[in-house]
């Protein structure tokens, strides 16, 4: 479908489409209330995003003893059961589904602590979301190891730091030797080196992590 026009919300954050629709049954007497809308930019898979995602596939299929193409298809069924998205082939997916695809795979081998051939976060085409898992896992966001909380947020001394109130408040999981590195170079220095950025601790962040909400 063409979109032939667009209201933009008043912060910029929703965007209203108007599409040509006139099967009211579905909506009335079934009572569907969601409904997907992806916006294709007509672009496919690139051949980095590609090599990303055979580079963890095989990690996972070392740390598996499984077959590289067993874990292709049994992680593209996995995806596709959790997401609905329609069957796609890495040869010619749309670069929004290989994002997505790539995201997951990542965020399986943070889950499962399987050990990867380079850094994730290099391989990670969504920093924000990297952070946000490595962090709900404990895991250091540059090497992968166990990970100690750094608030980018001075938290002020004299503050009991069981007392503080968290969310809200921007972190970083770094095992302790990145964290040693953070203190010792500075957040500009170490943020501009690595790529990485705080990330804001919100309701589910702070139960996973046993902080005062
Ligand atoms: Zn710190
Ligand atoms: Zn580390």
Not at 127 to 143: E, F, M, S, V, W
Not at 191 to 210: N, P, S, W
Request: with cysteine; charged share 30%.
């Amino acid at each position: 479908m063409n979109i032939k026009g667009y209201i933009s919300g008043f912060d910029g954050q929703a965007l209203t489409i108007v599409a040509p629709f006139s099967d009211d049954y579905i909506l009335t007497k079934r009572e569907i209330t969601e409904c997907e809308i992806r916006l294709d930019d007509g672009r496919t898979v690139s051949a980095d995003q590609r090599k990303k995602i055979y580079a963890t596939m095989r990690d996972i299929s070392i740390w598996s003893g499984h077959l590289p193409d067993e874990i292709k298809a049994l992680m593209k069924y996995d995806f596709i059961a959790k997401t609905g998205c329609d069957y796609f082939s890495l040869a010619d997916a749309d670069m929004t589904t290989a994002n997505e695809f790539l995201n997951f795979l990542i965020e399986f081998c943070i889950e499962q602590d399987i050990p990867t051939e380079d850094s994730l976060l290099d391989r990670s085409p969504d920093i924000a979301r990297y952070l946000y898992c490595c962090l709900a896992n404990k895991k250091c966001a540059l090497c992968g190891k166990k990970a100690e909380l750094h608030h980018v947020d001075a938290v002020g001394s004299g503050r009991n730091r069981k007392e503080i109130v968290h969310k809200g408040m921007h972190v970083l999981p770094l095992c302790r030797t990145h964290h040693t590195e953070f203190h010792a170079i500075g957040k500009d220095t170490f943020c501009e080196k690595y790529k990485v950025f705080g990330i804001k601790l919100d309701d589910y962040l702070c139960r996973v992590l046993r902080l005062k909400g």
